[in-house]
């Protein structure tokens, strides 16, 4: 991984051999990164296609429905505020040059932020096989801090902290790791005695346990992994099932030395019937045997070092000359000198044999060359000139059209890879949102006016008389937008890179107008299978009838109108002969 990122940066030589260009050639290496642009153009192709992610319920259930309307629009409100799209795009971009890129959420406060991890900072299981790394048991993370600071998160380790030694070293480094890495390589300890800072480990472990779903007193189903707790929120002994799942736990150390206690829970607990980890990796490919993961640049560095070789080589011939003479045709170093020269003049004895050869057999030569290593360099990364919008020697539409294909074909499991992880990390989401919005919670939101309004969850239904509503049921109040609950089964969905839902809204509205001929032919089942945003404005007027309604006033407008002008219009006076004038235009 390290090799890679640093080959996209331009580290494409190694010491050794750039010394035996200078020593040999006399000239600098020279480094013509053609990797570099056609990984920006598939970002940039990611860029101007981004998707956000938003839930739909399952079933027609009005309730439901609006419910996960309401989970959509403070999840587009988090992916807008924490710019997620942006995130997600540096974790792929990640995966695509060392194979693997990692996605964070960590939750600060009640409010859920975001990171694009650097790969190199995060440990993975590699026990798990899986193609996308779905199934890690542990992961670990570590990170620099100031000892002042690790002390106030730690404050039952200071004694630790304040004994930070460089003795706690880091076994098992390669020489590459130390050479050009990060800071926990290249010291090769956990402290860091020029900054007094430590390195902190955190480390994610899943072990099996079991969990209990409970349908407590106000008819929710909740989950917990205390059989005291679910006995206590029942409703009766009936409603409590055990289940067998995942427990997350977290652990923090330091070198050998532990920070904080090995049992201990993770705050937040996602989906426990899965135990999801906080970190979401993306994998673009893996080893089958080893299960290494590795991204676009590994194919394409031997044709690249090609490249540059070719191109340094290439860079002295154009400079270089050779003189074929003989012995005392002219003086060696004049003729040395002035035949570097491009305005050179030599001077050679009578009948004596004096030639300059400048390479250009070889020069072209290197320059087939180059055309060779950079036409193997686009076929390792499966993304040709033509996609690039570069002219190339493909001389008809078809063939333009084919490599275009290619490379959307080439990148096809990629971008599939990415998707995937991305579902990930929307289910992720979603948990994290019916765990930390478990108050009334209001945030605001754009509505169908494009207005500002608050939408308030988990909040009592209020009925007529100003008071909230009482299920007869349970005896409790009626909640609105109840995202807690876990009891709708909710589907993840792609959407367009829009602000807020009301945009969704109105693009899904105008494809029911045109596929249905008019507004008037909305039904509310119509617009149900368009997934009209169910609690909108909109929804309520075609629920109403209020198209039609148009339509037929409309229509008895127009007839009405016509009536009208024909009493206005005076009919035609007879001609000579019964003959009928014709009105002309005006």
Known sequence: MVEDFRFVDGYQFTDEEEKKIRDEYGVEPMVINRLFARLNNLQGQEVQTRTKVNYRARSHDKQEKQTAEALSALAMFIQDKNNSTHILSAVADDSRKCGLGWHRFDVVDGVI????????????DFRDMSKGMTNQRQVSRFYWMPRDEAKEDFPDAT??????????????????HKAGAFRLTQSGCYYDQQTDEICIVEHFMRTPAEYYEVVTKDNRLVTTFSKTEADGMARSKEDVTKRQGFKVSVVYFTGDQLLSHLDEEETYQLNPAKGLISLTPTVCFRERVSGCPYGLVRHAKDSQRSFNKTKTRLGWLRTAHQVIME??????????????????VLIVKAGKKLEINRHEQAIAQHQAGLVADDQDIQATLGVFDESMGMETNADSGIAIQRRQVGTSRNTASIIDNALAA????????LYLIQSVFTDQVAFWVLDDKNEMKDLVLNQPVIGADGKPEIDKKTGKPVMKYDIKTGAFDVFVEEVPDVASMRE?????????????????NITPGYA???????????????EAGLPQQLAAANTTAAEAGKGLASALTPAPTPMAGGATPVQQPK
């Open 113 to 124: 932020g975001e990171e694009a991890e650097n790969p190199l900072f995060v440990v993975p």
């Open 159 to 176: 004694d630790i902290i304040d004994n930070a030694s460089p003795q706690w070293t880091v076994s098992g480094l390669t020489e590459a």
């Open 327 to 344: 012995a005392d045709a002219a003086d060696a170093d004049k003729v040395r000198s002035e035949a570097a020269r491009p305005d050179g």
């Open 422 to 429: 991305k579902k990930r990390w929307a289910e992720k989401l």
């Open 504 to 520: 969704i809204g109105q693009e899904r509205f105008m494809k029911a107008v045109q596929a249905a001929g008019g507004f008037q």
């Open 528 to 542: 149900m299978f368009f997934d009209v945003p169910e609690n909108s404005k909109l929804m309520q007027e075609i």
